[in-house]
Each structure stands twice: as structure tokens, then as C-alpha cells.
């Protein structure tokens, strides 16, 4: 079988290249070392857990052979490509998300919670939301209570 060149770029101790190949490239799965299936196994459970919990809790045993899991699965979900439930979009959206959260402090989210009268899981599921809007609130109350001027900061809706 002649090398197509994604096989080379791959590398067998990056578990994110062992769940690609897993639907993609056959001849890479079959080719892993033992001991790389057995490193590789509990993250490809876990991005395989996704669409199929059920299978994943059934080779959740201790003597199982890891490479035969993962060949199983390759057998399986092989067809070519990536489905689109294996890798989530938005996740560098997410870190975003929370590195704008980690720009407010707690104790301007404990103003922010005493003046509207909020339990903390109502201020976190608003941050989770509607995180701008929320952060740009939080901000403007933390003005207001400085003195500061609040019509030179934007408010994003």
C-alpha cells in the first residue's frame, strides 16, 4: 500500500491524531504499538463518548486490550471523513468567553449580585448567556458607584 502522505504528518503519541485517523486512515489504526493504544485509549474513549456513551461504558474494563478497542472503532466509524459531532465549534470561543469573565472581579460581581438582588447561579448563567452584556453591565454599576463618567465606555448588546 503506497503512502498517501497524511500518514507521515500524523503522530501516534498525539491522541487527537489517533481519533482523526480513527475516522479517516485505517492503516494508521492498525499500525499502532500497543503501548500507544493503551496511552491513547482513555482520550479517543472520551471524543468517541460523545455519540456513543453506551459503547464506550461496554469496553470500560480493565483487561481489555486497548489496540483492539481502538482498531473496533475504526472498524466502525471509518468512512473518510470527520463527522461533525467530533469536534466541538466554538471551543476557542468558550476560552474567549471566560478570559472576558476573568476581566471582572468577584467583588464587582458581588455589587453587581447585591444590587439587582441575584443569587450567584443567576449571575453565572448570565455571564454563560449573555456574557458581553452581562461584563458590560457589571463594568457600568462599577462606574457608576466610582464616580466615574459611564457614557465614554460602550455597552455591547
Known sequence: MENTGT??????????????????DRQFIYDL????????LFPVNR???????DMVNAFNIPCINEADVIKFYCDIFC?????GWLFTPG???AS???????????DQIKRYRDFY????????????LITDY????????????????????????
Open 47 to 53: 471524543r468517541i463518548a460523545i455519540k456513543s456513551p
Open 33 to 40: 504499538t500497543k503501548e500507544t493504544a493503551k496511552n491513547s
Open 91 to 93: 471551543a476557542k470561543k
Open 79 to 83: 468512512s473518510g471523513r470527520k463527522p
Open 7 to 24: 500518514y507521515k504528518t500524523r503522530s501516534a503519541s498525539n491522541p487527537n491524531d489517533i481519533v482523526d485517523a480513527i475516522f479517516t
Open 117 to 128: 438582588n441575584l443569587s450567584q447561579r443567576e449571575v453565572e448563567e448570565r455571564l454563560a
Open 96 to 106: 474567549d468567553k471566560k478570559k472576558e469573565k476573568d476581566a471582572v472581579t468577584k
Open 134 to 157: 452581562t461584563i458590560g453591565q457589571i463594568k457600568m454599576l462599577d462606574d457608576l458607584e466610582n464616580g466615574r463618567n459611564i457614557n465614554e465606555r460602550k455597552i455591547k448588546h
